[in-house]
C-alpha cells in the first residue's frame, strides 16, 4: 500500500510558475515509477509527465514539453513536478500516481493521490 499526498498548487497568472510535490509514504519508493496526470472540469484525465524508479527515464506530454520538468528525491520519497510558463489551459487538478515496476505514458496507475488544483488565469 502507497499513501500519496499532492501539495504546491495554487492560483498564478499565464506566464508563471509552481512547484507540485507528492510525499509518498512506504520504504520502497524507488521500486515505482511517478507520474502527474491532470484533469480539468468535464473531462478525461490526460497524462503529464513521468519518471522512472530511479529517475533515469521521464516522459512527458507534448502540450507540457520544455515548461514542465518532472524529477524526484527517493531519500525523501518525494516526486516534483516544476511548471513554468504556465497557460490557461494548465488548468485542471493534478494528480500524483504511482505504478510498481514500471513507467509509462499512460493514465493508469497502481495509487492515486487526493489531487491539487491548478488555476492559471489570463
Known amino acids: 500500500q502507497v499513501q500519496l499526498v499532492e501539495s504546491g498548487g495554487g492560483s498564478v497568472h499565464a506566464g508563471g510558475s509552481l512547484r507540485l510535490s507528492c510525499v509518498a509514504a512506504?520504504?520502497?519508493?524507488?521500486?515505482?515509477?511517478m507520474a502527474w496526470v491532470r484533469q480539468a472540469p468535464g473531462t478525461e484525465r490526460d497524462f503529464v509527465a513521468s519518471?522512472?524508479?530511479?529517475?533515469?527515464?521521464?516522459y512527458y506530454a507534448d502540450s507540457v514539453k520544455g515548461r514542465f520538468a518532472i524529477s524526484r528525491d527517493n531519500a525523501k520519497n518525494t516526486v516534483y513536478l516544476q511548471m513554468n510558463s504556465l497557460k490557461p489551459e494548465d488548468t485542471a487538478v493534478y494528480y500524483c500516481?504511482?505504478?510498481?515496476?514500471?513507467?509509462?505514458?499512460?493514465?493508469?496507475?497502481?495509487?492515486w493521490g487526493q489531487g491539487t488544483q491548478v488555476t492559471v488565469s489570463s
Open positions: 512506504g520504504r520502497t519508493f524507488n521500486r515505482y515509477g
Open positions: 519518471i522512472s524508479g530511479n529517475g533515469g527515464i521521464t
Open positions: 500516481a504511482a505504478k510498481a515496476w514500471r513507467v509509462d505514458t499512460t493514465t493508469e496507475a497502481d495509487y
